[in-house]
Structures are given as C-alpha cells and as structure tokens.
T-cell receptor, first 112, second 112 residues
C-alpha cells in the first residue's frame, strides 16, 4: 500500500496549457503539503492544508491553486503553464510535524 | 527565520570509506531535525530524525546526533556502499515556523 501517492508521475505539456496533479494519502494524517524541487534539487514549500483548510501559502504565482476536497486528498491545479514551471512537484503529509513528513514519489512536470 | 546549511557536493567516496555530511541550522526554540534521502529518480525518504538535544537518530548504518551547543546535525556512516549513492537532505521543523525546511542537498557518489 502506497502511503502518499501522486498522479501522474510524468507530465509533458505545452506552454499556456492548464494541468492538474493529484495526491492522496492513506496514513490518516491531518496535514498535507505541496513542495517544488527545481533543477538544482532545491526544495521549497508551496502550500499546506490542515484538515481541508489552507494554512501555508508561500509566495507562489496565483496561477497555482491547491484544492483539498477532504483531508486525504490535495490536488494542485496550474493555469497558463510557463517554461519556468518545469520542476518536480512533491506531495507530502504529516501527523505531528515534529516527527517528519511522508513524501510521495513526485510528479515531473516538463513545459515545452 | 529558520534555515539549514549543509555542505556542498558532490561527495565522492570509495566503497567502505567513512562518510560525513555536515549540517548546521539556525532556529529559535527547539526544532526537530531530520535527514532525508533521495535515490535517483525517486521521492524523498525519511532516513533518520532527532527531536531534542543530544538525541541520536540512526537507521541503515547512518547516524546523526542533535548538538544544540554547535547547532549541528552531521550525518555519518562508517562504511558506505555503492547503493548509498543518492542526494541527502538535512531538514528542520519547528522553532519560529511550523513547516519543514530543507538544506540544499548533498550528492553522494560511491564508487566500487
């Protein structure tokens, strides 16, 4: 059983398109996150939801919109994709953050 | 704010060599500290953690001790294997912010 699963694993799309990435966790955690990993492997948090409520919203273009229909799911929708959006996007979840986060396997987004 | 600094890579070692990857942090309060590992093409896996000063986290032969006096959490392994080749991330949770913050990652390459 995969604890945090993301789909799709790979996404290649043209500039200007709109795309979504889906994430589901079966750990019973209350909090979920989206991270972006750039080409230099640097990881930066984008959003966090606690029990469907947005609690962290970093400086991210408003073309990125997270949605959490329930505490087990957190999706990321990206409008008007740009070349600079190419990256690996990781979903994660946690119970108490002091014990760490569990990450999904990532979605590699390539904008051409 | 909170931050994590880790040594730049790549670190290239021969099999069975001793490994140290340095990590220092800046935080208010008493954060939890983590090492995550990312194998090629995969997601992030929690390798070990420590939640309070003087705690030692250990897993798969890797160890790190939470040193509050030197604000450090260096990763060590006595004898590396080719299969340890990966990117290693030091991370911090807590202190002034309740989000997991990562260092820049250190690429380890172990040669047979």
């Amino acid at each position: 059983d995969t604890a945090v699963s993301q789909t799709p694993k790979y996404l290649v799309t043209q500039m200007g398109n709109d795309k979504s990435i889906k994430c589901e966790q079966n750990l019973g955690h209350d909090t979920m996150y989206w991270y972006k990993q750039d080409s230099k492997k640097f990881l930066k948090i984008m959003f966090s939801y606690n029990n469907k409520e947005l609690i962290i919203n970093e400086t991210v273009p408003n073309r990125f919109s997270p949605k959490s229909p329930d505490k087990a799911h957190l999706n990321l929708h990206i409008n008007s994709l740009e070349l600079g959006d190419s990256a690996v996007y990781f979903c994660a979840s946690s119970g108490a953050g002091i014990y760490g986060y569990t990450f999904g396997s990532g979605t590699r987004l390539t904008v051409v | 704010g909170n931050s994590v600094t880790q040594m730049e890579g790549p670190v290239t070692l021969s099999e069975e060599a001793f490994l140290t990857i340095n990590c220092t942090y800046t935080a208010t309060g008493y954060p939890s500290l983590f090492w995550y590992v990312q194998y090629p093409g995969e997601g992030l896996q929690l390798l070990l953690k420590a939640t309070k000063a003087d705690d030692k986290g250990s897993n798969k032969g890797f160890e790190a001790t939470y040193r509050k006096e030197t604000t450090s959490f260096h990763l060590e392994k006595g004898s590396v294997q080719v299969s340890d080749s990966a990117v290693y991330f030091c991370a911090l949770y807590g202190g002034a912010t309740n989000k997991l913050i990562f260092g820049t990652g250190t690429l380890l390459a172990v040669q047979p």
